[in-house]
């Protein structure tokens, strides 16, 4: 199984593509700061008995009045900028992946389904799907929380917020995966494979997860690298405008903003830091995303 | 005497937008245990259509209009989905004419083997293993074990179309439809090909429609040939009778273009003209605007396949002398 991996055409274009490896490793690290984040970081920023209000806004630790424990200063409730971002990285990536994945659920069965299945299958999937990319998701979020906020009250919505804005922004997207999929699936479907297996005398279940779907996977490789960078960027401008993650668990957008208030009082650092992180996260999926594309793609395979 | 096979009258129609289209027209043919008929045309005479209507399976706009197909007694054009699905690659396997096409690529061939085992028998997976084993042994594949986790890519065109016809064998069907299996294989493989299958039919005692345009082909192998012309048989017999002694001018004219009997640099003889496309066949006789032999009634009436000569022939021809 390695073996093949390494001797395959995708690992030999990773291998010459600087850009791809540098990507790749910066992805990495990220994901696995993320997801270490309460072994690596110096502090819990979830945890009330650690803040001290006394140490809010301290410059990072080089700058005149920075203290050596807080290496990349303060936000302004006094937690540990460092620890809160790797926290927040962790939530965002969380979400994102959620997101994505439940977007690849929902799109990849109803652009299955529309696609193999076709006629008025199609007509009713392909219409909602429209419809649904007719509504600004922003929209959609903003109802949606704020009817949450009020059935739940506060105090569960900080709890209930990561699945919520999961549900949410995959709801956003899915439609985007089920064009991609179904016009995969229309291409796959008139192929002889697909004929021989109907004459093998295969259910249509069997054709369509096990014979079509698989061959139509690689545009969804590509847009899911592309969609998981959206979605982190769902979620941040979500937080942003005060509608994603609560500031007592703030995820990299929601740091932005919290950060944003003060920024003309002198405390730049509480936004710029974890604004270059978002923007290095989102930067490096891209590119890998592209990257994916071009080694994906028959029309460039020279392998 | 019950037949293997027997398909009566099959209309086969294509409703399109400007209208309906007959691709195939009364066809009528029977198949016993263990016999080999050739189903030979030029392309678009309606073969492969006729070999999908056997097991059902006419993809839209297409529909059976009319006749039937009695599979082992049973009626085939109007058996229900489910029905068909447990005759189709169990009783009844298909080969194609591609086999770089016919392979689902990011499956192993082991797993599409298996598949079609499972799809028609219980099994377990070390049973299905077994047997696609012993059917890759008998289609003369070597190292069957290491063959069996190998991707389609992996195998040369030969080796792919033994590996379809070991799919069509797994399940040990009594009918065996195949497409021009050989077309896209060069004559080395293509000779292969055709004596692994004849001999499977022998030893397997399987039916086989042989449908193909290479009349060298089919003269080898089978016992019986239907000869199409624009969607209806123009003439049928035992294939040494219909080599040696056509009788209708269209199978002449086949039989005259093979480059059999000339001398190098000569000239092969050729039927002039084109086969009529569906939406516009000539009234009477379809073949009539090429046929050197036509008179007034051809360009009026149909004619109808009817045994000569003695009764194993039919041809469709007004000629009654030829």
Known sequence: MFRRFKDSYLFYSFKQDKTAILSFAILMLLLVLGSLAPVIAPFDPYDPNSIDIMNAELPPAWAGEGEAQFWLGTDIQGRDLLSTILYGLRLSILIGLGAVGLQALLGILVGLAAGYLGGKTDAVLMRMADIQLSFPYLMVAIFISAIFQVVFGIGRYEQLAVPLLIVIIGLAEWPV???????????EKKKEYVEAARVIGLNRRLIMFRHVLPNSLTAVMVISTIQVANAVMSEAALSFLGLGMPITKPSLGALIKSGFEYIFSGSWWITLFPGVLLVLLVLVINL???WLRDVLNPKLYKG | MS??????NLNVKFALRFGELTAIDGVSFTLD????LGLVGESGAGKSVTGFAIINLISKPGYIADGQVLFDGQQLTTLDEDALRRIRGDRISMIFQDPMMTLNPVLTVGAQMIETLKAHQRLTNRQAREIALETLQKVRIPSPEKRLNQYPHEFSGGMR???VIAIALITNPALIIADEPTT???VTIQAEIMDLLQALCASEKMGLI??????GVVSQVTEKIAVMYAGKIVE???TVDIITTPRHPYTQGLINALPGSRQPGETLSQIPGMMPTLTDIPPGCAFHPRCNFKTLVCEMEVPLLMSRFDRARSVACHIKDN
Do not use: F, M, N, W
């Open chain 1, 288 to 290: 890998l995303g592209d």
């Open chain 2, 236 to 238: 049928s017999g035992p």
């Open chain 2, 33 to 36: 245990k263990g016999e080999k």
């Open chain 2, 3 to 8: 037949h293997l096979l027997e398909v009566k």
């Open chain 2, 210 to 215: 042989l449908i193909t345009h290479d009349l």
């Open chain 2, 161 to 163: 179309q033994r590996i």
């Open chain 2, 184 to 186: 896209a294989l060069d």
């Open chain 1, 177 to 187: 995966y089920a064009r991609t999929v179904r016009a995969s699936v229309l291409g």
